[in-house]
């Protein structure tokens, strides 16, 4: 396994890194999408994806009629490399450009292709996710919002329920919707995908206000949305097929990510403590050992990736590991980093507390990652199930029809 670039990765990316250090924003500090609430914000978030987009490094893989520059894998791993370097604006397009409208690109009609993909890569309109539910979280195919058709003979379909923990609902133009069209079959197969303009007036989204301070997942309510049949995403019935090919883009979309291992260090050495500096501490030290191993197994595990990229090979099951290890591992470092911080962990006010309060709305925003995208217990078992090839859960509901499984009630 060679870890260095070729003469043609290398040439790519002195490339991107030259068109970055002319175009990117040479200071400001990097802001999270899910809490990006500020309209300030979306607007320089829009004007960066714009700009990629004009000069070729917006969805680097996607084909040329469609508006991207039809590139390579790999080219798209080096230029995110490259992009991590530089405080970005926050990215409100990764669930839209990551799952969203592939999955579009993949099972719409033609006329939805055109309408929606490329002002979606300029970074014109934004997409959610309309999957989890109160009664289902993770089991995508637990669905309970309902899609029928009226009797009016119109063709169209009659939406009600609610989607919870929505990432970006209540700045989004646009959303990909699972419903129930048919209870009388196994809750597999009675699934129907739809988009949705989240501007429409039947469409009620209310924020959750979470203890990081920040609001960025939603509830979203559907009372009577009325929805043209031509929104339906790929064949009545046939929506968990659909939903896999969103949820296979979102494994890819979600995960990585820093660990912050070294700003521990950095925050260590300059705290003191009764043995003198915090660094010296034996304990802290074989911590920070134990992250700085895990950071670059995952390093290591992304330049597999990038490797089987670069030789036009499929990543293998690793790209799976990726926000298991991430999302618990970027939880102990924020908990350590701030019991260092001592009784200055408590200040939450970034202008106020150490390194921007970097930690604190790490230590918050965490346990929410191991949740987002699939819960650990999920990953867990795709990755024994899939990966490992071990024997399944017992699914006693499996041949059962949706209507006749048990709710509690």
Request: proline share 6%; aromatic share 8%.
């Amino acid at each position: 396994m060679d870890f260095n670039d070729t003469p043609e990765e290398a040439a790519y990316r002195a490339k991107a890194r030259a068109w970055l250090a002319a175009n990117a924003p040479k200071s400001g500090a990097s802001q999270d999408p899910l809490a990006d609430e500020d309209p300030n914000g979306l607007a320089a978030a829009k004007a960066w994806q714009a700009k990629k987009a004009a000069a070729g490094y917006a969805c680097i893989t996607w084909p040329k009629e469609w508006g991207g520059p039809g590139g390579a894998n790999w080219q798209a791993q080096i230029f995110t490399q490259e992009e991590a370097n530089y405080a970005t604006p926050g990215n409100p397009f990764q669930i839209g450009l990551g799952m969203c409208v592939p999955t579009i690109m993949t099972c719409g009609n033609e006329p939805d292709k055109q309408r929606f993909v490329g002002p979606a890569l300029r970074g014109e309109e934004i997409w959610c996710q309309l999957f989890s539910e109160p009664s289902g979280g993770s089991d995508v195919a637990a669905s309970r919002t309902r899609a029928v058709r009226p009797p009016d003979g119109s063709g169209d379909w009659i939406i009600n329920g609610q989607k919870v923990w929505t990432s970006g609902a209540h700045y989004s133009d646009f959303g990909i919707l699972i419903c129930r069209t048919d209870p009388d079959v196994p809750k597999h197969k009675g699934l129907t995908m739809f988009w949705v303009d989240m501007h429409d007036p039947a469409i009620d989204v209310r924020p959750i206000h979470q203890m990081s301070g920040a609001s960025g997942f939603n509830e979203v309510y559907f009372t009577d949305l009325r929805v043209k049949d031509s929104q339906r995403v790929g064949a009545v019935g046939d929506g968990w097929r659909v939903s896999l090919v969103t949820l296979m883009n979102e494994r890819n979309a979600i995960g990585g990510g820093a660990s912050y291992h070294r700003q521990v260090m950095d925050l260590a050495s300059s705290v003191a403590t009764l043995a003198g500096s915090g660094i010296k501490d034996a304990a802290l030290r074989e911590k920070v050992a134990d992250w700085y191993v895990q950071a670059e197994g995952l390093r290591l595990t992304r330049l597999r990736t990038q490797t089987a990229l670069s030789r036009g090979q499929t990543p293998g099951p690793e790209a799976s590991i990726g926000k298991l290890v991430t999302a618990p591992l970027m939880q102990d470092v924020a908990n350590t980093a701030v019991e260092l911080e001592d009784q200055f962990g408590v200040i939450n006010d970034p202008s106020v507390a150490p390194l921007s309060a970097l930690f604190q709305a790490t230590l918050m925003s965490a346990p929410g990652m191991r949740i987002a995208g699939g819960t650990d217990e999920i990953m867990r078992n795709i990755i024994a199930e899939r990966v490992l090839g071990l024997p399944q859960d017992v699914r006693v509901d499996k041949d059962v029809a949706f209507k006749d499984i048990p709710t509690g009630r």
